[in-house]
């Protein structure tokens, strides 16, 4: 029987929990799966069908994100579930590339997923993101700076003052989504645990989302405008030393590790072997978000229609040969000129003066700002025509951070 990928809705919502319960345990979507898709617009599911059975399916999102300052459109996929009848029958392949489609003819030309397996997702053109951090530290070494005057703990009164702060920290930080002001969106730091804000003259300016199991402390959300909001959120930190050890926190980036006074985790999971010095661990690290670059000429014309701002100092006409071989449209050679980090041409054929030739998943990667040329260069990932160009190569999709993912899907 002829295998079809359609939307999901009415009726077959129970198929598509039934299914993702079974893939996902403790998911229970059956529970509250339904009324989140109808309630926003920006969320939705398809399956693949056999007549009438759900085989497989998936929930796609529709993101904004802010890249390097400029909002671009982009899109995410999660609970990618397949039948356990219906395994090694391509049904996932199929689901992808018709997300890809979806992206593509939507002009969202940046899509991203958090990988159950990074081996399998990277055959399918998408590149590792940035770290996942996860620091355990002691209370006490969060330094008492004796100001915690504009702390108080916050209820579902204030969440529009929680998602406007979200949305200003978003506006300055390369890589994160936009929220909007859907229901459960503005429900969503009060569903973890306590939330404590800083509060000037009325004004949500941080806050920090946490749950307390036994002795440790877990942050599950922290954002914060100023660095006297973190002032502040220190100080209550570490006059929690009394009951709490440690406070567990997720990030994407190691800033911590200088802000603590000591950031040992007290944890032993180093390995000590004769090469190595007596090192101290800080920290786990895993993989985050993975990204793919749909559509490599759109994404660039995206950013020219925006007056996207590259490095200032590169004025440069790039010839970029990407290989794609799971959407294999977006193999297409394609020059890019830009002129002090503005693109002011984009073309198929045409005069350069350096070509970058690489894989799609590690452009993808590469473009994100998740590691620079040189990296992709030295590990033979990047070949590059002319290596006088390596230097200015490098700098063009330098970012100020790497990209910061706060977004669970």
């Known amino acids: 029987m002829e295998r079809q990928i359609r939307k999901i809705s009415g009726i077959d919502y129970e198929k598509f929990c039934k299914l993702a319960n079974s ?33 497989a399916g998936m ?121 909007f002001p859907f229901e459960r969106e503005l429900n969503r730091p009060f569903s973890f645990g306590k939330v404590i804000g800083f509060v000037d003259e009325g004004e949500v300016k941080g806050y920090f989302v946490y749950s307390i199991e036994e002795k440790d402390l877990y942050i599950h959300e922290l954002f914060f405008e100023s660095p006297q909001v973190l002032r502040e959120i220190s100080t209550f930190l570490h006059r929690q030393s009394d009951q709490i050890n440690r406070v567990v926190m997720n990030s994407n980036s190691d800033e911590l590790l200088h802000f603590v006074n000591s950031p040992e985790s007290g944890q032993t999971t180093m390995v000590d072997f004769p090469s190595a010095t007596d090192n101290k661990h800080t920290a786990n690290a895993g993989i985050g978000v993975m990204y793919r670059i749909v559509n490599c000429i759109n994404f660039f014309k995206d950013l020219q229609e925006k007056s996207h701002q590259f490095n200032p100092g590169v004025t440069l006409a790039v010839k970029f040969s990407i290989f794609d071989s799971f959407y294999p449209s977006n193999s297409l050679p394609f020059i890019v000129a830009f002129e002090n980090g503005k ?43 002319d ?21 669970g899907f």
């Open 387 to 407: 290596e006088r160009y390596s230097s200015v190569i490098n700098c063009l999709f330098q970012t100020d951070r790497k990209p910061v993912v706060a977004k």
């Open 343 to 385: 693109i002011v041409k984009i073309e198929e054929k045409g005069s350069y003066e350096v070509e970058i030739k690489m894989d799609i998943a590690e452009f993808s990667s590469w473009v994100m700002g998740v590691k620079n040329a040189h990296f992709f260069l030295r590990w033979g990932l990047m070949e590059i025509s």
């Open 23 to 55: 893939a996902f345990q403790g998911l229970n979507a059956d529970k509250w799966l339904m009324n989140h898709i109808e309630e926003t617009s920006k969320e939705h599911l398809y399956g693949v069908f056999k007549g009438d059975e759900l085989v």
């Open 59 to 179: 929930r796609t999102l529709d993101f904004e994100v802010n890249y390097s300052s400029t909002p671009i459109k982009a899109g995410g996929v999660g609970m990618v579930a397949v039948d356990m009848m219906h395994k090694r029958e391509r049904n996932a392949y199929q689901l992808l590339q018709y997300f890809l489609q979806l992206n593509e003819e939507a002009n969202s030309n940046v899509v991203m997923l958090h990988p159950f397996k990074v081996s399998f997702y990277k055959k399918m053109g998408f590149g590792i993101g940035t770290k996942n951090y996860q620091f355990y530290i002691s209370t006490r070494e969060f330094p008492d700076y004796n100001e915690k005057g504009h702390l108080a703990e916050l209820g579902l009164k204030d969440r529009e003052g929680v998602l406007e702060c979200y949305n200003r920290v978003y506006s300055r930080t390369h890589g994160m989504t936009k929220r």
